[in-house]
């Protein structure tokens, strides 16, 4: 059996009697380590661990097979006996990022839906902050490895007791995720700005405020105008800000409309 980049991968096992591709393949064990090279030194999960380290301290770009294997104490080609390219490290890693221990034990809790989408929610945010190269992983496909699919069985937690059919569901779950992809991708890039030296009020915008203020003008920007002269656009009204958090604001109204949308279908009590 040969790879497409020309190696071959008959050094590894496989019992992956579904055609599955080698990376989702590794990603359920459905592939026996090699029985030449280092053994109990060497691992996939020791390989995802460091890859993933090295990610979190530099960014993705710093990540090579050579890297990682330097950083082991290893030889580049003792990696690729465990984990053949490094598209397929990039798999396991994003694959061990999305690792949230499953579904929140529930003994001695009322969670309505809407409190179980916020968990949802946050917890996807969460990865993305911790692991800020993750986003930086284009998307392939619908997700199919072992921990990424935990993910998506969290999110149909949150509407397991809502009349909806699994169509409905998978777009809900669909719907929060972009929407927990979005937040996440901007509070990394905030999170990273500020480790680099930004100051938080960068993001408020309260620094440019008088100079906004002389450069935009209503003729130019008629609708931006008067939010900006408010003090709004800047946040700059100790207080005057009633919506409080924006992400947290947009979440509320997503479960808003996903509360109307179930009413509407059908006489369901819902809650907040």
Request: proline fraction near 6%.
């Amino acid at each position: 059996m040969t790879r497409s980049d020309g190696r071959s991968v008959n050094h590894m096992e496989n019992e992956n009697e579904d055609n599955l591709p080698l990376g989702i393949a590794l990603s359920w064990g459905l592939v026996k380590p090699p029985q030449r090279g280092p053994k109990r030194e060497m691992s996939i999960e020791k390989i995802v661990k460091a890859a993933m380290e090295i990610a979190d301290q530099e960014g993705l770009a710093a990540v090579s097979m050579s890297r990682v294997a330097s950083s082991l104490g290893f030889t580049t080609m003792s990696l690729y006996r465990y984990i053949p390219s490094k598209d397929d490290l990039l798999l396991l890693m994003m694959d061990a990022a999305c690792d949230m221990g499953g579904i929140p034990n529930e003994d001695g809790q009322d969670l309505n839906w809407r409190e179980k989408m916020r968990i949802y929610f946050r917890a996807s945010v969460d990865i993305m902050r911790e692991h800020p190269w993750f986003t930086d992983i284009p998307i392939s496909g619908v997700p199919v490895t072992p921990k990424n699919l935990e993910i998506v069985d969290l999110g149909l937690w949150t509407t397991r007791d809502l009349p909806l059919n699994d169509y409905e569901k998978m777009s809900i779950v669909l719907l929060l995720s972009s929407y927990a992809r979005s937040c996440g991708i901007l509070m990394k890039d905030m999170d990273l700005a500020i480790k680099a030296g930004k100051s938080p009020s960068t993001f408020s915008g309260i620094d440019y405020s008088s100079a906004l203020k002389k450069l935009v003008t209503p003729e130019r920007y008629p609708h931006l105008h008067p939010i900006l002269m408010s003090g709004a656009y800047t946040d700059e009204i100790e207080g005057g800000n009633p919506v409080g958090d924006d992400f947290e604001f947009g979440l509320e109204r997503i479960l808003d409309g996903i509360e109307h949308y179930v009413t509407s279908k059908k006489n369901y009590p819902g809650g907040k």
